[in-house]
């Protein structure tokens, strides 16, 4: 079954660090791009993090740029979302997801992560909560 697992979430104190995992199962990860999202209550899915397959580059939306770190562990089938510095705005659930293509989308203007508008598979998502 062609599945991805997030894993890693909880509570934290602002301030605090989380690492997230992005397992894949019933397919190779490493070919494919993999992002991460979040959304919190009342708030639409926003991008957060990209990683490319064919040459490892990473995107990040501003908002985490400097505290997140995205990987990939192709060993271990296994993207990773090391988050430092959170604040409670980081608040959200977390989902991964590929669109099964190798790259990650970049706009043409300012070659900033351009999101998955296309068909994806889901994760079920992870709950992370920043808050003392």
């Known amino acids: 079954q062609v599945q991805l697992v997030e894993s890693g979430g909880g509570l934290v104190q602002p301030g605090g660090s989380l690492r997230l995992s992005c397992a894949a199962s019933?397919?190779?990860?490493?070919?494919?791009?993999i992002g991460w999202f979040r959304q919190a209550p009342g708030k639409e899915r926003e991008g957060v993090s990209c990683?490319?397959?064919?040459?490892?580059?990473?995107y990040y939306t501003d908002s985490v740029k400097g505290r997140f770190t995205i990987s990939r562990d192709n060993a271990e089938n296994t993207v990773y979302l090391q988050m430092n510095s959170l604040k409670p705005d980081d608040t959200a659930v977390y989902y991964c997801?590929?669109?099964?293509?190798?790259?990650?989308?970049?706009?043409?203007?300012?070659?900033?992560?351009?999101?998955?508008?296309?068909?994806?598979?889901w994760g079920q998502g992870t709950q992370v909560t920043v808050s003392s």
């Open positions: 990683i490319s397959s064919s040459d490892g580059s990473t």
């Open positions: 997801a590929t669109e099964w293509r190798s790259t990650c989308r970049i706009t043409t203007t300012d070659q900033t992560w351009a999101g998955m508008p296309g068909e994806k598979r």
């Open positions: 019933g397919f190779t990860l490493h070919y494919f791009a």
